[in-house]
């Protein structure tokens, strides 16, 4: 996979990126800070708060592609709350890291300038909980994105699959991809109510895994669903995975030894894992990388 580190024109770049036929690169972005206002909340199913963030802070915030993710940061225990600094086109971060949690850009609207971050809901998460009781009018400090995935719409086929953490960058993407677009979306929730409406082109069929009462990332519902999908021979097909990092490693190899793509045709992101509260898979656009 083709990786930028020059952070100067990222849009031309996802641009040039994204016309080739085949093959995503990561895409580097100038990465700043800005304190935003909470514009309102709402609940999306049973288990998503939408938080709506605005302001002028949100003057400058680039977004271009689904994946992208900001980190929101929190004070401290004892009520501190610590700031990275500018540091050319990146952040210096203090040490050790503050209290923050990383979600994925749900939208941006820059004429009306709004942010939208869904957050998943869970007992003793500290974004979620700030979340439910965050009020209309307050401020958080966000941070990024550091950069995006750049994925060219002209491959033959896109499978998409995911738990419910992934389920912002998978709506998103469905919403992004070409109105001729074919492929498949799986999704892995508790049961019915966590599921939500998802606008997509009509040749991508989504699919709805419910995996009961298994606790989520241990269940190997999604896998098992994902691995069934037959691919037509002679397809272009880009794989885009994300979840519970060891509930997902089955198919990071299904998708490297059976599906045979290469690095530049999918990508296998880790966004949790159980028992760790601020897990960090490798990021190749150094800026801290946990989700809650």
């Not at 990071?252 to 601020?278: N, Q, S």
Request: with cysteine.
């Amino acid at each position: 996979m083709a990786t930028t580190t020059d952070r100067s024109d990222p849009g031309g770049r996802v641009a040039e990126a994204r016309a080739r036929r085949t093959g995503c690169a990561k895409v580097s972005y100038p990465i700043g800070i800005r304190r935003l206002v909470v514009r309102r909340t709402r609940r999306i199913g049973s288990a998503i708060v939408r938080v709506t963030l605005g302001g002028a802070g949100l003057d400058g915030f680039l977004s271009f592609c689904p994946t992208e993710h900001v980190r929101l940061i929190f004070p401290d225990p004892d009520g501190t709350l610590r700031l990275p600094e500018p540091n050319g086109q990146m952040l210096r971060w203090p040490r050790p890291m503050p209290r923050s949690r990383e979600y994925t850009v749900r939208r941006f609207d820059p004429d009306s300038g709004e942010l939208d971050i869904d957050l998943v809901l869970h007992d003793g998460g500290l974004a979620a909980g700030w979340a439910e009781t965050v009020a209309v009018g307050e401020e958080i400090d966000v941070a990024g994105p550091p950069g995006g995935l750049a994925v060219p719409d002209g491959y033959d086929r896109f499978l998409l699959a995911g738990d419910i953490t992934a389920l912002p960058a998978m709506a998103r993407w469905l919403e992004a991809l070409p109105a001729d677009a074919a492929g498949w979306a799986f999704v892995e929730v508790a049961d019915s109510s966590e599921e939500i409406e998802l606008g997509r082109p009509d040749g991508v069929a989504v699919r709805w895994v419910h995996r009961g009462p298994v606790p989520p990332g241990s269940s190997d519902a999604l896998a098992d669903a994902v691995r069934q999908v037959e691919i037509p021979e002679g397809s272009t097909v880009f794989a885009w995975v994300g979840g519970e990092a060891g509930a997902i490693r089955p198919l990071r190899r299904w998708i490297r030894d059976e599906l045979g793509l290469g690095p530049d045709d999918h990508e296998v992101t880790g966004y949790w894992k159980r028992g760790v509260a601020d897990f960090e898979e490798d990021d190749d656009h150094d800026h801290d990388h946990d989700h809650e």
